[in-house]
């Protein structure tokens, strides 16, 4: 989900477009339905939305879901990742 929500165009766009994003991953097999993946993208968009750093926003006035990590770097991931950690211990 991360990786299609990041392949947004300009980070931007509806819930439409990340499914179609989904379909087109090499991951989702050709019998799954419609309905099916966008059950799967909404819970999964909205999961995404409520974690402590969200990698997804979502603007309900133009129904558009945001990509927030565009800008960051892999360094960025793991310098996150390694402050979380020394926190837990």
């Known amino acids: 989900m991360r990786d299609a929500v990041s392949r947004l165009p300009c980070g931007l766009g509806t819930r439409a477009d990340v499914v179609t994003l989904v379909r087109d991953s090499q991951y989702v097999a050709d019998n799954v339905t419609d309905a099916q993946v966008n059950s ?9 939305h409520s974690e402590k750093d969200p990698c997804v926003r979502y603007d309900s ?11 960051r770097r892999p360094q960025d991931f793991y310098c996150r990742t390694s402050r979380l950690r020394a926190r837990a211990c």
């Open 40 to 48: 799967v993208v909404s819970g999964a968009l909205d999961r995404l």
């Open 61 to 71: 006035s133009q129904r558009l879901w945001t990509y927030l990590h565009k800008r």
